[in-house]
């Protein structure tokens, strides 16, 4: 990248970075809700490795682009558009605690592969929010990637289609 230095010694490269660092990501819930469902999994006990912050019932879905790879079982790499949401809801006892139902929204997290942007994370950029919309990534690497790049041969998405 040709590199433009502004006075104050900041060069347009690192001010690019800073930008898509701090970068905003969202689809609406009504929107994803629409694509194509993956899986669910309900977490309520303590001892599961991933209740903190994982706990309630959460729901995969990915859009038309990342329809394909998500169903290969094995080595994968999505292509570039593709986005995976995870959305995190309370779990709610109901029918004098026979059932559990969805609760309060937690959080909403999405991941979205553009090979040219986030070539620090492997393509992926990493987005999370809380259920009043703010953001919880500071670092996409270290706060996300780095967990997700215990399944970097399903291309760092851990959902199967298939369980
Ligand atoms: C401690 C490990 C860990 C960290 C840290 C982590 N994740 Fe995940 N993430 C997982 C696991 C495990 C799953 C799969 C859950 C399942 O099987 O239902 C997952 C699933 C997802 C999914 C659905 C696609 C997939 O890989 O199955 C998205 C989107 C996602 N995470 C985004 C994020 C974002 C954004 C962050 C950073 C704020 C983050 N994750 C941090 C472990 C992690």
Redesign the pocket.
């Known amino acids: 990248m040709k590199r433009i230095i502004l006075s104050g010694g900041f060069s347009m490269g690192a001010l690019l970075l800073a930008f898509a660092v701090s970068g905003d990501f969202r689809v609406p819930e009504d929107e994803f809700r629409g694509w194509n469902h993956?899986?669910?999994?309900v977490i309520f006990d303590k001892r599961h490795p991933?209740y903190d912050p994982?706990w309630g019932i959460?729901h995969?879905y990915v859009n038309d682009r990342g329809l394909r790879t998500i169903k290969k079982e094995g080595r994968r790499k999505f292509p570039d558009g593709t986005v995976?949401?995870?959305v995190f809801y309370k779990h709610r006892s109901v029918d004098g605690n026979t059932a559990y139902v969805e609760g309060a929204k937690r959080l909403v997290?999405?991941?979205v592969k553009d090979s040219s942007k986030y070539r620090e994370t492997n393509g992926w950029g990493?987005?999370?929010y809380d259920s009043k919309g703010k953001s919880?990534?500071k670092d996409?690497a270290r706060?996300?990637?780095?967990?997700?790049s215990?399944?970097r041969e399903r291309d760092?998405?851990?959902?199967v289609w298939t369980r």
């Open positions: 993956v899986k669910s999994m991933l994982f959460h995969v995976v949401a995870i997290a999405f991941m990493y987005y999370a919880l990534v996409m706060d996300c990637h780095s967990c997700h215990q399944v760092f998405v851990f959902s």
